[in-house]
């Protein structure tokens, strides 16, 4: 079972070259549960080498996936979604002190302005199987003078990156420029 632990909420829009990228914020966080035929959570002291989760971008109302801007002019196609797509699990404890497996996407960005939902599917490599899926909360891609600034980093997020989740971690919240 699949459940986004750490919504996106906002995002200041990319630009077109791999200089100016901004990642959403805050980086979603996907927490993986495994569970037995009577939906009981299993021990999850085994690896999971051969699975992996794959981010893209749909609507809010999850019936269109952007992929890619096409352009009408040159022809040439442009990803919307950039970043680092996959992410690989990590075997970590949750404030609580339970081991779970989390997936991070801490560089993602987005390349046009509007509301996006970003969807998560749970690939296992040796089947070439989506195993589960699920969908963010909708997030805003806002123009670089409407953004309002990133937020401080939660405590799951602080507590992750303390046992080595690849986070960035802010301590205060940035507000925007007058």
Known sequence: MLEVVEQPFQCRMAGIGDKDRRPIDPAPIVKLTILDEQDIMEDISIECPFYLLHATLWSIDMKTQYDLINSTT?????????????????????????????????????????????????????????????????????????????????????????????????????????
């Open 74 to 178: 040159s022809g040439v196609s442009l990803r919307i979604l950039i970043g680092s797509l996959v992410s690989s699990p990590s075997l970590l404890k949750d404030l609580d002190n339970r081991r779970a497996y989390y997936f991070a996407f801490p560089d993602l960005s987005v390349r046009t302005t509007g509301q996006y939902r970003l969807q998560f599917s749970l690939v296992h490599l040796t089947r070439n199987k989506t195993i589960s899926e699920t969908f963010s909360e909708p997030f805003t891609v806002y123009t670089a003078k409407a953004y309002p600034g990133m937020k401080e980093s939660s405590q799951l997020s602080r507590h992750l990156a303390k046992q080595g989740l690849k986070l960035t971690i802010r301590t205060q919240t940035r507000s925007k420029r007058k």
